[in-house]
């Protein structure tokens, strides 16, 4: 599985974004999706996460209420629509994709075996 994060971009606090991961290679349906962010000089953090069914998410309590993950199987493409954004939002975002069939093992990166080249969101204030 390849995967392609896109959809980033600069803009003011209180903007929305929607991020695309976009999968090529067959059976994406069955690998669960995550998104994880990375800001200068921090480690790479957990922000959501969808299963291979698409009925569960899962959220990082810093973006719960603002930011909405989604998959669309016909297009193979996971969705992270940014709402409400603030300038600690700023990093760098990428989505992961991996196996497990045990949703709260999908906030870690060890639950992932590909990963796309991350997408840059920038919030200024």
């Known amino acids: 599985v390849q995967l392609q994060a896109f959809g980033g971009g600069l803009v003011q606090a209180g903007d929305s974004l929607r991020l695309s991961c976009a999968a090529s290679g067959r059976s994406f349906s069955i690998y669960a999706v995550g998104w994880f962010r990375q800001a200068p000089g921090k480690e790479r953090e957990f922000v959501a996460s969808?299963?291979?069914?698409?009925?569960?998410?899962y959220y990082a309590d810093s973006v719960k209420g603002r930011l909405t993950i989604s998959r669309d199987s016909a297009k193979n493409t996971v969705y992270l629509q940014m709402n409400s954004l603030k300038p600690e939002d700023t990093a760098i975002y990428f989505c992961?994709?991996?196996?497990?069939?045990?949703?709260?093992?999908?906030?870690?990166?060890?639950?992932?075996?590909?990963w796309g080249q991350g997408t840059q969101v920038t919030v200024s204030s």
């Open positions: 992961a994709a991996g196996r497990s069939p045990i949703v709260t093992t999908l906030r870690y990166r060890s639950a992932y075996d590909y």
């Open positions: 969808v299963r291979q069914n698409g009925g569960s998410t």
